[in-house]
């Protein structure tokens, strides 16, 4: 395509303008068709400066895009379709308004989110080119008796990545997932069910991260943080969005997450805030006290009641006693 022609040329001359005759030239094309790749480029997340009588010219940034995130990953279904959106609504919300249209694996990424979900009908704070806001469309290999499961390798990915792009070990509560006792990160799992025949024909994961936040609304500032907060320097987004994509190919594709639940499993242990510590644990309907000692395989959590009997949770919200 033309817009990745004229690309080539604008990151070979990263930091300098090409003009507009030249692309034109060398590419054989007209200075139409230039102009109209270099819109699809900007929609497509690149920075590009455009300026009379200089031409174009590519600046390295922060910025997520499409095709940098589509050509640094090494995955065969995850991000096998890849969506930019400078705005949006809800990158969960758009799959499942679009899922008939969507491929198994495709990832739809937004720099900014008008009304970003989180679990309990609650709202996640998605300002413009600061977190990282994502979905991730699975229509294969899914199972009614694994989503909770699903959704806590859904963690462990997630995890990983940002141990592999900053260094912080962050840790779970079952519902976000935290650094110092605040919220970085959550993750919104959310499915399909046929009603004729109990199967699942979709899961949508959506994935929120507060990457380079520097301050927060006042209703959250006292509950939530940032990578760079904790880290002290900007975070390169385009990176950790890779590296969680990597992580998510490598852990349920292939059915992986329940072959390997019982590693899996032991390894979101490990990083459970909530293990061995007592526990008030909120439904809709009930308020249970009890020890928190492990993780079923179906993903569950075990709680060991007051009453000395063991019961097993698959929702809820967990809060220290």
Same mark, same amino acid.
């Given at each position: 395509?033309?817009?990745?022609?004229?690309?080539?040329?604008?990151?070979?001359?990263?930091?300098?303008?090409?003009?507009?005759?030249?692309?034109?030239?060398?590419?054989?094309?007209?200075?139409?068709?230039?102009?109209?790749? &270099?819109? *699809?480029?900007?929609?497509?997340?690149?920075?590009?400066?455009?300026? +009379?009588?200089?031409?174009?010219?590519?600046?390295?940034?922060?910025? =997520?895009?499409?095709?940098?995130?589509?050509?640094?990953?090494?995955?065969?279904?995850?991000?096998?379709?890849?969506?930019?959106?400078?705005?949006?609504?809800?990158?969960?919300?758009? =799959?499942?308004?679009?899922?008939?249209?969507?491929?198994?694996?495709?990832?739809?990424?937004?720099?900014?989110? @008008?009304?970003?979900?989180?679990?309990?009908?609650?709202?996640?704070?998605?300002?413009?080119?600061?977190?990282?806001?994502? *979905?991730?469309?699975?229509?294969? +290999? @899914?199972?009614?008796?694994?989503?909770?499961?699903?959704?806590?390798?859904?963690?462990?990915? !997630? &995890?990983?990545?940002?141990?592999?792009?900053?260094?912080?070990?962050?840790?779970?509560?079952?519902?976000?997932?935290?650094?110092?006792?605040?919220? !970085?990160?959550? $993750?919104?799992?959310?499915?399909?069910?046929?009603?004729?025949?109990?199967?699942?024909?979709?899961? %949508?994961?959506?994935?929120?991260?507060?990457? +380079?936040?520097?301050?927060?609304?006042?209703?959250?500032?006292?509950? !939530?943080?940032?990578?760079?907060?904790?880290?002290?320097?900007?975070? +390169?987004?385009?990176?950790? @969005?890779?590296?969680?994509?990597?992580?998510?190919?490598?852990?349920?594709?292939?059915?992986?997450?329940?072959?390997?639940?019982?590693?899996?499993?032991?390894?979101?242990?490990?990083?459970?805030?909530?293990?061995?510590?007592?526990?008030?644990?909120?439904?809709?309907?009930?308020?249970?006290?009890?020890?928190?000692?492990? $993780?079923?395989?179906?993903?569950? %959590?075990?709680?060991?009641?007051?009453?000395?009997?063991?019961?097993?949770?698959?929702?809820?919200?967990?809060?220290?006693?």
């Amino acid at each position: 395509m033309t817009k990745y022609k004229i690309l080539e040329i604008l990151l070979k001359n990263k930091g300098t303008f090409v003009s507009g005759e030249h692309l034109s030239s060398v590419l054989l094309v007209s200075r139409t068709a230039i102009w109209k790749g &270099i819109n *699809s480029l900007k929609k497509s997340g690149y920075n590009i400066i455009g300026v +009379n009588n200089k031409g174009y010219c590519l600046y390295d940034d922060n910025n =997520i895009n499409e095709f940098d995130i589509k050509t640094n990953i090494q995955c065969k279904e995850i991000g096998s379709k890849i969506l930019y959106f400078e705005q949006i609504d809800s990158t969960n919300t758009y =799959i499942k308004k679009e899922v008939d249209s969507l491929q198994h694996g495709t990832v739809v990424i937004a720099e900014e989110q @008008i009304n970003g979900r989180a679990k309990n009908e609650k709202y996640f704070y998605s300002p413009k080119e600061k977190g990282i806001y994502m *979905s991730i469309l699975l229509k294969k +290999n @899914i199972f009614l008796d694994s989503l909770k499961l699903l959704s806590l390798t859904s963690t462990v990915a !997630v &995890i990983r990545g940002i141990f592999q792009s900053t260094g912080i070990s962050p840790m779970s509560d079952w519902n976000s997932i935290m650094i110092n006792n605040k919220k !970085v990160a959550g $993750i919104l799992t959310e499915c399909n069910i046929e009603c004729d025949t109990n199967n699942i024909e979709y899961i %949508v994961i959506g994935i929120g991260i507060n990457v +380079n936040n520097l301050s927060f609304p006042k209703t959250i500032k006292d509950k !939530v943080t940032s990578l760079r907060l904790e880290k002290g320097v900007e975070i +390169n987004r385009k990176t950790l @969005i890779c590296n969680i994509l990597n992580e998510l190919e490598n852990l349920i594709c292939d059915k992986r997450y329940i072959s390997n639940r019982k590693i899996l499993i032991e390894e979101y242990l490990k990083d459970f805030l909530f293990l061995d510590k007592v526990v008030t644990l909120k439904t809709n309907t009930r308020i249970i006290v009890g020890k928190v000692i492990g $993780i079923n395989e179906k993903g569950g %959590v075990i709680l060991l009641k007051e009453n000395n009997k063991k019961e097993i949770f698959y929702t809820g919200v967990l809060q220290n006693k």
